[in-house]
């Protein structure tokens, strides 16, 4: 089974054909800081979702050859962001962190790809700070019960019946110790944004959560769960790494995927309510305004997951299914304002939902080549497109 369309450029499968293999999501760091060896999950099946006891390896591949090297299993993990497999800031080319269950909790944990040594985290990781000096964490068990392909199956949520606990919300961890504390309660966010909900209590999770480009702020998205025929909608929310300065960028309304574009400035497809009435587009916020540009309504026509290249130069892209079951990825030259499709890949109607297989486009670290999931070849496989020629002609 090959059924692909419109590419540009071929595309290079980098795994096997004796498992389903993935990376997960589009703004963590898969290669390592010289390119050479690039991060994924290996696992048995793709046409569920994950049982608490079912369990994936997380290894890489050697750029060199495209040999996968196990290193580790673990049971915290789903279709859509895997374990929060990355790697270590502070060591890229030989430590990684994931998640881990530990017959208890879920914990994030460093380990070392070459000599296997590890060390565990108090709690299970977000999102970690470029500099690699500190990690973020939310609870994957609320998430699991609001949308299982983003948590975890093994664990009732501690804080089920309570809507917004002044005990959960966002904990920032030192990566060097491990230790983690408590610096923005569901308590806090929700007195803080409640005047959009007069009479009503909501029941308040922290989605997804992105350090900015230097770890001093950050951005997430609040969702609450929704009331039977009810949409829950989405507030942007941006805070210092302490705690400090909570600023409401967009109140809840619709919002999706983003990307930082340096320490004050963040790509996100949303409505841009503050800004105007431009509707639904991919906009640049500026962090505590309200200040909003639209990049280029034309080409960007529908969400996408959106990321920079790393001299911020390009916008990487892609879709959803369209009608015909495909989606397509797109680059984008910000300079010229003109972008191409690389390559359209189908889409299995049944792999849908919370188990569905994203593209999820990531760039390497020399902003040279990319990186992506698909299953258009029957599995999940995980595969590589040179782009330098590309680039060379402006798009």
Known sequence: MLTIKNELVKAERLTQEDAHYFFGYYDTPAWSLSDRYHLCHKVDFMDRLPHAADSATVGYIDMRDHSFHPVAETTAWNFQQGSMLQWHP??????????????????????????????????????????????????????????????????????????????????????????????????HIWDFTKSRFPGQDKKLLINHITFNTDGSRLVFLVRYFPEPGEVWETAILTVNRDGSDLFLLSDYSYASHYHWRDRESIVFHSRGAESGDAGDQLYVLRDLTHEAEIIDTAFFLRDGHCSYSPDRQYMLYDSYPDADGYRHLYVYSLKNKSGVTLGSYYSLPDIDGDIRCDLHPRWNQAGTHISFDSIHEGRRHVYVMDLRKVMESGC
Not at 98 to 114: K, P
Not at 140 to 167: C, I, Q, T, W
């Open 90 to 187: 502070a060591c890229p080319e030989e430590e990684i962190i994931y998640n881990t269950w530990d017959g208890e909790t879920y914990r994030g944990t460093v380990q070392n790809i070459h000599t296997g040594s590890s060390r565990q985290l108090e709690l299970p990781v977000a999102n970690v700070d470029p500099t690699g000096m500190y990690a973020v964490s939310i609870n994957f068990d609320r998430m699991f019960d609001f949308r299982p392909g983003y948590g975890y199956a093994g664990r009732e949520d501690l804080y089920k019946e309570v809507r917004h606990s002044p005990n959960d919300g966002i904990f920032l961890i030192e990566l060097a110790t491990g230790e983690s504390r408590l610096i923005l309660s569901l308590q």
